[in-house]
């Protein structure tokens, strides 16, 4: 299986870094959170990181427009359409394993 799209669930400091570098390596990235403004907080954050590599020289136009590029859903179910996920919601294990279980679901095989 060739892998185009990733999935990240949570929009916290790790989602956000991860989307950011899937999205930045070539990847279509959705990041998934079910708060709207973590997901706000999150495209902000995600700007200002990528402006300083590009100020710094270690991030391309093209790398950069990829970054503000990604998708945001609060629904798990946009799951569907991802090659593969990566969790990185908050750190409640009763929370994940209803994450899990919901992934189960919807997720490709």
């Known amino acids: 299986?060739?892998?185009k799209h990733i999935f990240v669930v949570g929009?916290?400091?790790m989602g956000n870094g991860i989307a950011q570098t899937g999205a930045v390596s070539g990847y279509k990235v959705t990041?998934?959170?079910v708060d709207e403004k973590a997901l706000e907080h999150a495209q902000k954050t995600i700007e200002k990181s990528v402006n300083k590599f590009l100020e710094k020289g270690k991030m391309t136009e093209e790398q950069k427009?990829?970054?503000?590029?990604?998708?945001?859903?609060s629904s798990l179910k946009d799951v569907a359409k991802a090659d593969i996920v990566i969790e990185a919601a908050t750190e409640n294990?009763?929370?994940k394993?209803?994450?899990?279980?919901?992934?189960?679901?919807?997720?490709q095989p």
Do not use: N
């Open 1 to 3: 299986m060739t892998i």
């Open 11 to 13: 929009a916290g400091t």
């Open 31 to 33: 990041m998934m959170d």
């Open 65 to 73: 427009k990829s970054a503000l590029g990604i998708a945001t859903t």
């Open 93 to 95: 294990p009763e929370l």
């Open 97 to 107: 394993l209803k994450i899990f279980k919901e992934l189960d679901q919807l997720a």
